[in-house]
């Protein structure tokens, strides 16, 4: 055999080697490309059914489940797409598509929920954030159009509004039933403040006015608990006129 077939065949086995590596190599990063889109459907899936399963009653409405239904759809289809024998991912897909054919009349089962604490709030405020994101990241995948994507970002500036008034309200209540006009005074204020703030300021009028009667009415009840009672009334003039005894006493000795 002559040195250049020889030459040939060794070079011939590195480019095998090297073909096969690389080979090897773009079969490991499908591998974990297709693992790492697995994850991510299964996340956005989960964002999503979190969203329109906790979300309180009282924030969620048929569109919005529906809406939310529609994103995980999205998803799941791609996921049985990704992984064809995935029995529970096709047995969801259908479930959705069930719930979707329903339209408007889709159940909503969510119970309302007492907002009556700043950490209660916080958590809720923390779903309003994680449907504004997805949201958010569907406009800009193109899934979800512009359009219809700017009227659900207004209506969860709206869910947030309406968390802020029901938590100020829930509280300055709370202090009225306890005795605490001071504490009430407070947190109809802050909600006073919190509605003024607002752009929208013709959709909180009533809402604003609501609470401005209810600041005006703590306010009163303020002033009311400084004012002394006709048995302190009583007492302090009884006082002054002790002291008057008194100074006329010391008048009296003083003249003598």
């Given amino acids: 055999m002559s040195p250049l077939v020889i030459t040939l065949l060794i070079v011939g086995g590195i480019a095998l080697l090297i073909a096969i590596a690389y080979v090897n190599h773009m079969v490991e990063n499908n591998k974990l490309e297709k693992a790492r889109f697995k994850t991510e459907l299964n996340d956005r899936i989960r ?16 569109q919005l489940k529906l809406m939310l239904s529609h994103l995980q759809m999205h998803f799941t289809q791609r996921l049985v797409q990704l992984q064809p024998s995935d029995a529970d991912s096709k047995a969801q897909l259908e479930t959705l598509r069930q719930l979707i054919a329903q339209g408007d009349a889709i159940p909503v089962q969510n119970p309302p929920q007492q907002i009556s604490s700043e ?3 916080k958590e809720v405020r923390f779903q309003l954030e994680n449907l504004h994101g997805q949201i958010t990241r569907c406009t800009q995948d193109g899934i979800l159009p512009a359009k219809e994507a700017k009227h659900w970002v207004n209506e969860v500036r709206h869910m947030l509004v309406q968390l802020h008034i029901e938590l100020f309200g829930n509280l300055g209540q709370l202090a009225l039933q306890q005795s605490q006009p001071g504490q009430a005074r407070l ?11 607002q752009t929208d300021t013709a959709r909180y009028q009533a809402l604003l006015q609501r609470f401005e009667a209810q600041l005006a009415r703590a306010n009163a009840m303020v002033v009311d608990m400084g004012k002394p009672t006709a048995e302190d009334a009583s007492e302090l003039t009884e006082g002054l006129k002790s002291l008057e005894g008194d100074e006329d006493w010391k008048k009296k000795n003083i003249y003598d």
Avoid: D, I, N, W
Wanted: proline content about 7%; aromatic content about 6%.
């Fill in 187 to 197: 947190a109809f204020e802050r909600g006073v403040q919190y509605l003024r703030k």
């Fill in 47 to 62: 964002r999503c059914a979190t969203v329109s399963e906790s979300l309180p009653g009282q924030l969620m409405t048929p």
């Fill in 119 to 121: 950490a209660k709030a």
